[in-house]
């Protein structure tokens, strides 16, 4: 692209826009600064409420992908993919899923999650090649991550994803994005012009960490990772981990901390089946087929065991 076409379409973005309320913010006090920062990013979580039902399409397009035995692929490039590849990241320890299920890719690979590589971003055959080289499906789902939705490497992942079958899903923060039009759903939470022009990983970022929050999140409920809000899939790999999960079978049970520390080794630091046990009464080979009659949702489990223990 040519540089005066590049500057015409950057003009027509509203991310690239300039904000009328700081134009003056380099003359302001640190309070000052804070002040406008503050009330600026106010508006994001409205500006994502607004799109709260393509983000709820996204959630059921995804879960959908999981039952199939499918993946959730975050890819971007910049702030957008480094966003993608953390909330990737948290999933395995936070709710016990491999980490081939939801995974980042980000333009410049691991390098760039430390490092700037802007000029990664601008092959499109690089998106495509990073999704040929995890072998994509076409029982998987791809969420390409553009604030502008106009990466060429976003746009090059995306439309290979869509070559191969797999769900497509675009978070940008501009509407009517290129990526928007090639993705099967488009979610696009508009905050408006930067505090500083064009420095999207403050608001904008802050919108795409809000709805990455909402869609692994949301996903694992829907995939029965949590009982009432507790994390009862939680990885336990360390003595702080043990501690919070014990207080999870605490809280779930009424039980004491030596008694959740009893379900815990029993059930072989398996929170979900310790709280299955203590509930119940079941030993654990007999817990652990309730929960995988029950599709591994743990109130379904203890709703069922007490069904059939009152009919008896």
């Known amino acids: 692209m040519s540089e005066e076409a590049l500057m015409s379409e950057l003009g027509s973005l509203v991310s690239e826009g300039r904000n009328p309320r700081t134009m003056q913010i380099d ?4 309070p000052e600064i804070l002040k406008l920062i503050n009330d600026e990013d ?6 994502v409420e607004k799109v709260l039902p393509e983000v709820a399409a ?45 995974f980042g890719l980000i333009a410049g690979g691991e390098y760039a999650l430390t490092h700037a590589t802007e000029g990664s971003e601008d092959d499109p055959d690089e998106g495509r090649q990073a999704l ?82 909402m869609l692994s999140t949301a996903s694992m409920i ?25 207080r999870i079978v605490m809280e779930a049970t009424g039980c004491d901390a030596e008694e959740a520390k009893n379900h815990l080794m029993a059930s072989g630091s398996d929170v979900k089946l310790a709280i299955m046990m203590a509930i119940t009464g079941l030993e654990a080979q007999e817990a652990r087929e309730a929960l995988a009659g029950a599709g591994g949702f743990l109130r379904k489990a203890i709703n069922e065991r007490q069904h059939q223990a009152a009919g008896n």
């Not at 106010?42 to 500006?47: I, L, N, T, Y």
């Not at 995939?223 to 043990?242: C, H, P, R, T, W």
């Open 132 to 213: 040929m080289d995890v072998k994509l499906g076409a029982r998987d789902v791809v969420v390409g991550i553009a604030v502008s939705g106009r990466t060429p490497y976003v746009i090059g992942a995306l439309k290979y994803a869509k070559e191969v079958g797999a769900g497509t899903i675009a978070l940008s923060c501009n509407p009517g994005s290129v990526i928007g039009k090639i993705a099967d759903i488009a979610i696009a939470p508009v905050v408006g012009p930067e505090i500083l022009t064009g420095s999207t990983r403050l608001k904008s970022g802050t919108a795409q960490k809000l709805v990455l929050n």
């Open 27 to 30: 003359l302001q006090s640190t």
């Open 58 to 102: 996204a959630v059921d397009r995804i879960v959908e992908t999981f039952h199939k035995g499918g993946r959730l692929i975050y890819i971007g490039a910049g702030t957008s993919g480094r966003l993608g590849v953390l909330d990737a990241s948290e999933c395995p320890p936070t709710f016990s899923v491999p980490e081939e299920m939801v």
């Open 222 to 246: 829907r995939m029965g990772k949590i009982y009432e809000n507790l994390m009862v899939d939680v990885a336990i790999s360390n003595q702080k981990l043990f501690v919070r999960a014990q």
């Open 42 to 47: 106010k508006g994001v979580a409205h500006a």
